[in-house]
């Protein structure tokens, strides 16, 4: 996605001066109005940041940057680490991209050079309902289908044939960081799909010529030109899922376990920063009880910013390129 | 032994019948029985309900450069796609009709069209090397999809089809640069290296030179002629004094269908149809 | 095939056949045709699981008390879910107050006048804003107005949800007023008409379709929307007091209910699910028929 004005349209700019002299005080106004409302989007977001800077203060002030690797989240005591936090947001988000990543290629892939038109249509939008569910409901659907499952067929399998790695040991409680992980992969496909497919979609059709020309099957075609061809738009479209996966808090929180716990199984509970926004912040007690959150609440922020902004700069950059190409 | 030339009444010489006296007075024996390689039989080529080819049939003589001409979409591309089994890879393209190679259909049931693409090559109008790819990973991908790993083996294909090319001089030293980043007439002559490396019967170019400069152009309709010794060579042009120049008999289409087809001297001098007459004067097209 | 094998040389002389393509590379390619549509069966069976438990679940809970009840006291059975309702629908009334006009109006301006420095910044923040999780939208609006007002609101919770709509509303404001035919400005222009009234009642009228597409997308969005609204609209268990109390919702009910111990809440929470999926589906599926209606009308 490209932030520059689309090309081509010609929509005659908004003069500075009316010509028409009657008119002038109002054409002045109107534009003075809409330059208020499409810089209000800006001051919005500058608003964001300055709150909750400033409300993230006094916790900002009592730990200093030790507030990251603190591990100790003790609201009783008044003493608040973010570790735990950034640790569960992190682990759920790799786990998430290692298992939605395959997936969204392989969907990316069939939907654009195996699958017939129509059929990539319907199943394109099929795919893209799935990011219409909302998270809450996900989150339901987590709690009663996919845990218990989790628990009873997935967990037992691991720990049967990778039980040695301390990754799949311990005790198998189906909420957990594997239920977490699965359910925000869930949550990223339809993204990190769509936006694989149009990268793929804007290879150019010689690429794909001169390698089958040359005697490749179709696969070869799709992994030795066409997936090269788009690596930087299929990067921007992992990051992009990433940075969703990074901010989602309800189905998180629901299938977690939120325990502020580090631990080397991903069939431990964990926490997630969303996820202790989401059940901890009505609950605050002390001013700097709240002012920690409001910290986590920041440095989700600030990630969530960069990494978006990140992989929408890859993305345009992968689909202009083949644009400019042709 | 040489053709008359016929210089037909006008007030003077253009520089399209030098073109055709230079070519002539070359020479060379046209040999009419070469032996066939490709052997077209009745081909129709759609896409979805557009009929692009009309019941095409002829016989491409073996090492030797037949030109196919006619005005835009007159379906010579399409034709030349039809003869590696390209055509098919657009959605809602179909064929009827048979494409001998050696005397086999290559659209028999049992017949794999990769197996086919690899025996006869492609090069395209636009250059297209693989961006992601050095010069030497371009040319020997081809190799490298059939399972051949040892470096050497790849290392004497790639100089000897980047001589083939006679592009190895110009990038002997530099072949870990992309793929992209030679000149225009330097990537076309890759391509060329490319599709050379995996060792076709038949090499297809589809207005090979029509991106490029008249100095790249003329490297390019030299190169031809010397690969001319080793493969047989079909070539789509628009361009006429480079049918001319280039190649030994002609294939005139229009609309779809094949017009007049012989010896490059006799189309350009006697042909036989006025249709033809009509293009190669200029009166339309 | 017979024939077509090609010699090469190999280093030191001998020939190397490079004969018919192996039967590897056909397996392969057929292989991983068929991996690339198990990837599409993994992808979409959550979703046939998901809607198929909210059908049968949600049904079988679902019934008239549901719409007319307030929710019975902890530990009761029955009861419904009638404020949550009311709540969800009331908090999407106060979010489209703030989201629509600063979403059409910001829209305008890109379209407008948003070819230069500003409109790049703009749409790269209204990118930023709807990349934000939600949840620090609510943190955010908590310390803006929950704090000084010192209570939970629905003006709150409104708000929250609007700021999430505005950039939904602007980007698809922004290409539908630019797919109005630009002749059809220079006409209303020639005719003398004020450059004002020409962008609000011909231009954006033109698009008014598109723009109200894009606005139902925006409030399926939000709609289905929990995080933001957990510690600015709160929750209430009875009817809405006032704009300035807190208020319940269809999605924070539906969390609540969830994750309580009561097999009864959790009936309940099915039946919210298949409400407010039905509502999703019904609002994205009108807007995407519409929006392709739109765009063969535009295309003049």
């Not at chain 1, 977490?180 to 799909?193: D, E, H, K, R």
């Not at chain 2, 029509?210 to 002629?225: G, Y």
Request: glycine share 8%.
């Amino acid at each position: 996605m490209s932030y520059a004005a689309p090309a081509g349209r010609g929509v005659p700019p908004l003069p500075a001066e009316s010509r028409v002299r009657s008119g002038r005080g109002g054409d002045a106004i109107f534009r003075v109005l809409l330059t208020v409302f499409g810089v209000a989007v800006i001051v919005l977001v500058a608003a964001i940041a300055c709150v909750l800077t400033g409300a993230a203060m006094p916790a900002i002030r009592r730990f200093g940057p030790a507030f990251l690797w603190t591990s100790r989240w003790d609201p009783v005591h008044n003493i608040f680490g973010a570790l735990p936090f950034v640790f569960g947001t992190v682990a759920s988000s790799a786990l998430a991209l290692l298992v939605a990543v395959p997936i969204s290629l392989g969907v990316a892939v069939y939907l654009v050079e195996i699958a017939p038109p129509r059929t990539s249509i319907a199943l394109s939008f099929i795919i893209e309902l799935l990011a219409a569910i909302p998270s809450v409901i996900l989150g339901l659907w987590g709690i009663f289908v996919l845990a218990p499952w989790v628990r009873s067929a997935v967990e037992p399998v691991l720990s049967a044939v990778l039980g040695w790695l301390p990754l799949f040991s311990g005790p198998q409680y189906g909420i957990g960081l594997l239920a977490a992980g699965i359910i925000l992969a869930i949550m990223i496909i339809p993204i990190v799909s769509s936006v694989s497919r149009d990268v793929l979609r804007a290879v150019p059709a010689e690429q794909r010529e001169a390698m089958y020309a040359l005697g490749a099957t179709r696969w070869e075609v799709i992994s030795r030109a066409v997936v090269p061809y788009g690596r930087i738009g299929i990067i921007g479209a992992v990051i992009l899922g990433l940075g969703r996966a990074l901010g989602e808090t309800m189905a998180v929180t629901m299938v977690i376990g939120n325990r502020p716990q580090i631990s080397t199984s991903l069939f431990q509970p964990a926490y997630t920063i969303a996820a202790v926004l989401a059940n901890e912040f009505s609950e605050a007690t002390s001013d700097l009880y709240l002012s920690a959150l409001i910290e986590m609440a920041l440095v989700l922020f600030a990630v969530s910013l960069i990494v978006n902004a990140l992989a929408r700069w890859l993305v345009a950059r992968a689909t202009s390129h083949a644009r400019a190409a042709r | 032994m040489g053709f008359e030339v016929t210089v037909k009444e006008a007030p003077s010489m253009t520089l399209w019948d030098y073109a055709i006296a230079s070519a002539l007075a070359k020479g060379e024996a046209i040999d009419t029985d070469a032996p066939s390689q490709l052997v077209v039989e009745n081909l129709h080529a759609y896409f979805g309900r557009t009929h692009a080819v009309k019941g095409l049939s002829l016989r491409i003589a073996a090492h030797r450069i037949t030109a196919i001409i006619g005005p835009s979409g007159c379906g010579k591309s399409t034709f030349l796609r039809c003869l590696n089994r390209m055509h098919e890879v657009v959605p809602g393209a179909r064929r009827e009709g048979r494409v001998l190679l050696d005397g086999e259909d290559i659209y028999a049931p049992a017949v794999d069209p990769v197996e086919v693409r690899r025996r006869v090559g492609m090069v395209f109008q636009r250059a297209n090397p693989f961006p992601t790819m050095s010069i030497y990973d371009n040319v020997v991908v081809g190799l490298r999809l059939n399972g051949i790993r040892d470096r050497r083996v790849l290392d004497e294909v790639a100089e000897r089809s980047l001589r083939q090319a006679a592009l190895w001089d110009e990038v002997k030293d530099v072949l870990a640069r992309p793929g992209t980043s030679l000149s225009g007439g330097q990537q076309q002559r890759l391509c060329i290296a490319r599709a050379l490396a995996v060792q076709p019967e038949v090499l297809l170019m589809d207005e090979p030179a029509s991106a490029l400069d008249p100095a790249s152009t003329l490297k390019i309709e030299e190169l031809a002629r010397t690969l001319r010794e080793t493969l047989t060579i079909v070539i789509v042009t628009h361009n006429m004094q480079q049918a001319a120049r280039v190649s030994d008999s002609t294939a005139f289409m229009l609309a779809g269908s094949l017009i007049e087809y012989g010896p490059t001297a006799e189309l350009f001098t006697r042909p036989k149809e006025r249709q033809t007459e009509d293009y190669i004067t200029g009166r339309f097209g | 095939m017979a024939g077509g094998a090609c010699d090469l040389p190999r280093a030191g002389g001998a020939v190397i056949v490079l004969g018919r393509q192996s039967a590897r590379r056909r397996v392969t390619d057929r292989v991983m045709g068929w991996v690339c549509l198990a990837a599409i069966l993994v992808a979409v069976a959550p979703l046939a699981s998901v809607l198929g438990y909210i059908v049968i679940q949600g049904a079988s809970a679902l019934n008239w008390a549901f719409f007319t009840h307030l929710p019975a006291p902890v530990g009761e059975p029955g009861g419904g879910m009638a404020n949550a309702i009311l709540g969800t629908l009331t908090l999407i009334g106060l979010a489209a107050c703030v989201g629509v006009p600063v979403g059409i109006l910001g829209g305008l301006f890109l379209a407008e006048a948003g070819d230069g420095r500003l409109g790049w910044w703009i749409r790269f923040t209204a990118d930023v804003l709807n990349g934000l999780p939600s949840i620090v939208v609510g943190v955010f609006v908590y310390a803006l107005v929950v704090v000084p007002m010192h209570r939970f609101s629905a003006l709150a919770g409104g708000l929250a949800l609007g700021v999430m709509m505005i950039p939904l509303v602007v980007r698809t404001t922004e290409e539908m007023v630019r797919l109005v035919p630009s002749s059809l400005r220079e006409a209303s222009l020639a005719l003398g008409i004020r450059w004002w009234v020409t962008s609000l009642r011909i231009v954006l009228r033109t698009a008014t379709a598109g723009v109200i597409t894009g606005i139902m997308l925006a409030v399926a969005r939000i709609g289905g929307e929990t995080a933001p609204l957990l510690f600015t609209a709160f929750n209430n268990q009875f009817w809405q007091a006032g704009l300035d109390q807190p208020i319940s919702s269809l999605t924070v009910q539906l969390f609540t209910y969830s994750i309580a111990p009561y097999d009864d809440w959790h009936r309940q929470a099915w039946a919210a699910a298949l409400v407010l999926m039905a509502i999703t589906l019904l609002l994205n599926v009108a807007a995407r028929a519409a929006g392709r209606q739109r765009f063969t009308m535009g295309g003049r």
